[in-house]
């Protein structure tokens, strides 16, 4: 067990509502980062949040947004889900953000998102 | 063409045989290379973790980074059923923390 954990396992939507994603980090790290991995395939970056403020972006929209707050928590947030949303999520947490080398990054179970 | 590829297999071994898994990549600017196994429904786990080019052992695992071919290996020696899952080779940019992973390989290991 990493220490990282998700809420909630799985969840269904219909297109163009909104969904929020929680993450609770392990304890000291200040850096959290979300992916989406779709079936079949590797984990895409999202972004990154380091001491609450975001550290990174990957090729995601807007509607892609995100909240890291004091207590090792953090959220995911997507607006307008689209059918393509439809994948598994991944928050990973580790201890620093750049610096001379890269750090462990451990990945939560993640939450499973099916947009109908 | 994707930064990292990774023959998604799957690929499907009996008990006890050396496995080999492969990543190639484009960015000559990836400075460390992981790999992280994946089992269904659960979250990537890391194995193994490298900076420089040439091997590094753990048990029965051995990652094995080429700089130069821009290729990167996972060996896995006398494969337990308990080794099936998906494998995932990761890499990123010095000083950066955003991982880019290949596709993965579905690796089964029959008794």
């Known amino acids: 067990e990493t220490g990282v954990t998700q809420s909630p396992t799985h969840l269904i939507k219909t297109r163009g509502q909104q969904v929020t994603l929680r993450c609770s980090s392990q304890s000291g790290h200040n850096t959290v980062s979300w992916y989406q991995q779709a079936l079949g395939q590797g984990p895409q970056f999202i972004f990154q949040?380091?001491?609450?403020?975001?550290?990174g972006r990957g090729n995601f929209p807007p509607r892609f947004s995100g909240l890291q707050f004091p207590n090792y928590s953090s959220e995911l947030n997507v607006n307008a889900l689209e059918l393509d949303d439809s994948a598994l999520y991944l928050c990973?947490?580790?201890?620093?953000?750049?610096?001379?080398?890269?750090?462990?990054?451990?990945f939560g179970p993640g939450t499973r998102l099916t947009v109908l | 063409q994707k930064e990292v590829e990774q023959d998604p297999g799957p690929l499907s071994v009996p008990e006890g045989a050396i496995v080999s898994l492969n990543c190639t990549y484009s960015n000559s600017a990836f400075q460390y290379f992981m790999w992280y196994r994946q089992y269904s429904r659960k979250g990537p786990e890391l194995l193994m973790y490298t900076y420089s080019s040439g091997n590094k052992e753990d048990g029965r695992f051995t990652a094995q980074v080429d700089k130069s071919s821009k290729y990167i290996s996972l060996f896995i020696r006398d494969s337990q059923p308990s080794d099936s899952a998906t494998y995932l080779c990761?890499?990123?940019?010095?000083?950066?923390?955003?991982?880019?992973f290949g596709q993965g390989t579905r690796l089964t290991i029959n008794p």
């Open positions: 990973a947490s580790s201890l620093l953000a750049g610096g001379p080398g890269a750090d462990t990054q451990y």
């Open positions: 949040y380091y001491r609450e403020e975001e550290n």
């Open positions: 990761a890499m990123t940019l010095q000083g950066a923390q955003k991982l880019v």
